[in-house]
């Protein structure tokens, strides 16, 4: 098992409605460790480089709206092959598709208010921590 880091955005829709401590009490139960965390309000500037990768899709402009409505919380979560952990833990993107007791299936409210973002690889992982996340802010 390797240890890794990958970045989790809880999203305006659960911070909306206080669910940042039920959240990260799932991520810590299933192992995985907060080393860095904090509560930001994007500018649509941050929000479209942050979702760049998204940006000749059809939805990438009601994300960005979406992820500018309200506060979000960053953090980076560490544990034993993290980015898969963190994925499983959240659910499938479509909370109709996703498991039972994952965190999209139990908090959100649609497929684009789904309450969380997870990286999806480990290269992701060091890119999104890096575009939220100095070293300095990172414990060892």
């Known amino acids: 098992m390797v240890v890794q880091r990958t970045l989790s955005i809880i999203k305006p829709d659960a911070t909306r409605r206080d669910l940042t401590g039920q959240i990260n009490q799932r991520f810590e139960d299933a192992g995985l460790r907060i080393i860095a965390q904090k509560r930001i309000r994007l500018s649509r500037e941050q929000a479209e480089a942050f979702y760049d990768v998204h940006k000749t899709r059809p939805f990438f402009n009601d994300l960005c709206t979406f992820m500018i409505s309200g506060p ?8 034993e092959n993290a980015v898969t952990e963190n994925r499983d833990i959240m659910g499938a993107t479509d909370p109709q598709d996703a498991r039972e007791g994952t965190i999209r299936r139990d908090f959100a409210e649609s497929i684009e208010a789904n309450s969380v973002h997870g990286s999806d690889s480990e290269k992701t992982a060091e890119l999104e921590v890096a575009f939220f996340f100095s070293k300095i802010e990172l414990l060892q």
């Open 72 to 79: 979000i919380v960053v953090q980076v979560l560490e544990g």
